[in-house]
């Protein structure tokens, strides 16, 4: 039985038995050729980034791969963006401290997820999980860095408001004790923050 787990505008993400299957789906409005140059090189870069991550932190494990299409061990665990909220504080506390210190070990690797949310992490019993690296790359820049922490803070906000402040201090705190650079990145977070694009 195939189920579908999500569909966005890059890929349809289907479970079938205990491994999942992420399908970048073609683009009309782009030549065929074009499209299937794009749809394939992303596949790869996603496949090379998880497998760099994989040596550094918990992700899915990319069983195999095609062209357009990553088969990948199923995580069975809570999404934080559905679950986190229903924990008690202390454990709210406690994933936070441990997300941190996962992300810190990617930035302190050059891997920018990109699209750092707590709908992209999941908590399987004590294990933390990040999911979904299709937006990820590699870069050196404090720059790059900066706007992963500002979209995991925006996450908060948004999802997570009535305590939002105090998860995000637990998560930057163990950020900063994880990551030697991590005051560059901060320093540059302010200017992010500071510009029109990303106000509220």
């Known amino acids: 039985m195939t189920t579908i ?39 790869e870069k996603e496949a090379k980034i998880l497998e760099k991550a994989s040596k550094i932190i918990n992700v899915p494990k990319v069983i195999s791969q095609t062209k357009f299409e990553l088969k990948l061990e199923f995580i069975d665990g809570d999404k934080l963006s559905e679950k986190l909220n229903s924990y008690e504080e202390k454990k709210q506390f406690e994933v936070m401290n441990q997300l941190g210190k996962e992300v810190a070990k990617l930035h302190e690797n050059d891997i920018i997820h990109g699209d750092l949310t707590t709908s992209n992490t999941i908590l399987a019993k004590k294990t933390l999980y990040l999911m ?47 990551y030697k650079d991590s005051k560059k990145v901060l320093d540059q977070l302010k200017k992010v923050e500071g510009r029109g694009r990303y106000k509220h």
């Not at 479970?15 to 050729?33: A, Q, T």
């Not at 201090?169 to 900063?176: A, D, G, N, Q, V």
């Open 5 to 43: 787990l999500a569909q966005g505008a890059e890929a349809i993400i289907t479970k079938k038995k205990d491994f999942v299957i992420k399908n970048r789906i073609p683009k009309s409005y782009r030549l065929k050729e074009i499209d299937e140059k794009i749809r394939k090189r992303r596949t």
């Open 132 to 178: 979904d690296f299709g937006l990820s790359f590699i870069s050196k820049r404090n720059e790059d860095k900066a706007v992963d922490l500002h979209l995991i803070k925006q996450a908060l906000e948004a999802k997570h408001f009535q305590n939002y402040e105090k998860l995000y201090e637990h998560f930057i705190s163990s950020y900063e004790k994880e």
